[in-house]
């Protein structure tokens, strides 16, 4: 089996095991505990926006300090794998591979706090936890990007394919791609 060919089925296989285990139960690090207080994370709320929105703010967003995120991209005709991760201060990493840049392919950074106070506000979008409670299906459509995003102690996998039935996820990704070499 090719290297490559071998590599693809690793992604895939990795992308179908990390939403297995993606976290979407009551206490997921979204909306309230179980005591009935609000988390520290973002919360759905009546209120939101349809999901044809594309405000990149929704009504009733409450922006919490940012947590440390991870998301890796992989898939694509080429089969790429790389990874960004944005500590709390917004000061961020981007690499090839599994977490850990090779030598000479990263890149830092640090996000300007209007950058970083615009993703935390992404961040609070309400869609976002319905979106977590219904994952997609992955690996339906060819030759897409896949993502698997932590936040904090959530995570979730975003398709490609699926981005118009994830708005607030989708603007997640597509702010980021926009402010670091995601």
């Not at 967003?61 to 790389?82: D, E, M, W, Y």
């Not at 299906?137 to 993502?147: H, L, Q, W």
């Amino acid at each position: 089996m090719s290297a490559r060919l071998h590599l693809a089925i690793v992604g895939v296989l990795s992308v179908i095991a990390l939403s297995a285990c993606a976290t979407t139960g009551p206490n997921d690090g979204l909306g309230a505990s179980p005591s009935g207080s609000a988390s520290a994370s973002p919360s759905a709320g009546a209120g939101s926006p349809s999901s044809g929105s594309n405000s990149p703010t929704p009504p009733n967003a409450s922006p919490q300090p940012l947590q440390p995120i991870f998301v890796q991209k992989t898939g694509g005709i080429a089969g790429i794998r790389v990874f960004l991760s944005i500590a709390a201060d917004g000061s961020w990493q981007f690499g090839e591979g599994e977490g850990q840049a090779k030598s000479g392919q990263q890149q830092t950074g640090k996000l300007s706090a209007s950058q970083k106070h615009e993703l935390e506000l992404r961040l609070a979008d309400p869609r976002i936890h319905t979106e977590q409670l219904h994952p997609v299906k992955v690996g339906v459509c060819a030759d897409t990007f896949m993502y698997m995003i932590a936040v904090g102690n959530s995570k979730w996998v975003l398709d490609d394919c699926y981005k118009a039935t994830n708005p607030g996820t989708y603007g997640v990704i597509s702010f980021l791609s926009q402010v670091t070499p995601l």
